[in-house]
């Protein structure tokens, strides 16, 4: 089957579609197409996945393996974390879209427990960090009870598909009702003109249980700047400015996902920041190094705008392969009643500002980092999705 790719040229659109024209390019026998130069920033490139019936492997997929950073010292990582606690930055003009609650329904499909052996249950640890003395805290979501199923943990999940005939995992979030945010690098491969395919999306995954059910693609879309390798990074086709994609999803039975778990908000331009460039980051994902990929793990950081690599936010994490594309959110959790206080800034609730992108080669560090969301990444990717097929945003 020979699948069609569109370069759709929207250069820094915030609004509606706008009337950017778009070109058509095929895609050869070997999955790759031609290449093609000098489109506008913001210019998003749609993948229409093919349907060919090819099985994922939910048992014994594999990690996608954590695109790995530049060599970090300790004196580097902490020189970084200090420059930016003590440097203020010049922020944009930040704005978000809301998310929404969902239903809660579940419709439970069994996948198959992934291979190997889950690790004893964890003692309650204190906060930890790496040689960059950036403190954070990753545990997994609590077994004891259905936190998976819970608002708003269910909205994130783990995110199957094939590259030629393996399977391998990465995570990934609703962002809106059949929209799916995650890092590029999981649906394309950077500067190589080709998309991987046959992606099932599994919100509220637990250890082989889909409380959901499993979701598959129609499109995909990234910048095109990420698919030719022209984007602009500190270590290429790694830190990069736009490790951001989105999955547009099929029905099933007329409805999406989000109906029952509802989607999160999504921020760009440095929304949740602090003028001087730092925030609190709440991370979901499923690393194939912690409890062997079967369980929900949540880590949370102070994050911190690193300039020396493209900008991109840095936490601390434990996390590793298979955390590719999980949301880093603002605000995360259920918003208490306000009785005798008032509101922060930008308080609006559960609203992702990036997703996992990478880690530095020494895993001493404990550090991650992610591409930020902005006016020319995330929002013409979202909107794109949106003009395809809007009852999916609706």
Not at 167 to 180: D, W, Y
Not at 224 to 241: E, F, K, N, P, R
Request: proline share 6%.
């Amino acid at each position: 089957m020979q699948t069609t790719l569109r370069v759709l040229v929207m250069a820094g659109v915030i609004g509606g579609l706008g009337s950017g024209a778009f070109a058509q390019v095929q895609e050869g026998s070997d999955g790759s197409a031609p290449r093609q130069r000098s489109l506008p920033q913001g210019s998003v490139t749609a993948f229409t996945v093919p349907q060919t019936g090819r099985q994922v492997d939910y048992v014994h997929a594999q990690a996608m393996p954590l695109p790995l950073g530049p060599r970090r010292s300790e004196a580097e990582a902490q020189a970084d974390l200090i420059n930016a606690l003590t440097e203020p930055m010049t922020l944009g003009e930040a704005d978000f879209e809301e998310g929404g609650t969902g239903t809660g329904s579940i419709t439970l499909v069994r996948l198959g427990v992934p291979q190997g052996e889950l690790a004893a249950e964890d003692e309650v640890q204190p906060e930890e960090f790496g040689t960059s003395n950036q403190p954070f805290g990753t545990a997994r979501a609590d077994l004891s009870i259905a936190t998976n199923t819970a608002f708003p943990y269910r909205i994130s999940g783990k995110l199957f598909f094939n590259v030629g005939s393996n399977t391998f995992v990465c995570s990934a979030s609703l962002i809106k009702r059949g929209v799916v945010v995650t890092a590029a690098h999981c649906i394309a491969d950077f500067g190589k003109n080709q998309f991987y395919t046959n992606w099932r999306f599994v919100p509220g995954y637990r250890n082989g249980s889909a409380p959901f059910g499993t979701w598959t693609v129609r499109t995909a879309y990234v910048l095109t700047s990420y698919l030719m390798g022209t984007d602009s990074c500190a270590v290429a086709g790694v830190v990069c400015q736009n490790d951001v994609g989105v999955l547009l999803l099929n029905t099933t039975a007329g409805a999406y996902p989000g109906t029952a778990t509802g989607w999160y908000g999504y921020g760009w331009d440095s929304f949740g920041f602090t003028a001087g460039g730092l925030t609190h980051i709440t991370q979901t994902g499923y690393p194939v190094c912690l409890d062997n990929g079967a369980l929900m793990e949540r880590n949370d950081s102070h994050g911190f705008k690193s300039a020396s690599n493209a900008n991109n936010t840095l936490i601390g994490s434990l996390m590793c392969g298979g955390s590719s594309g999980g949301p880093w959110l603002v605000n995360f959790g259920v918003r208490p009643s306000l009785t005798s206080t008032t509101n922060g800034t930008a308080p609006n609730p559960n609203v992702v500002v990036g997703v996992t992108s990478w880690g530095f080669t020494s895993t001493a560090v404990k550090q991650q980092g992610a591409s930020p969301f902005s006016s020319t990444n995330i929002v013409p990717l979202v909107t794109t999705a949106c003009a395809a097929v809007p009852a999916a945003c609706s």
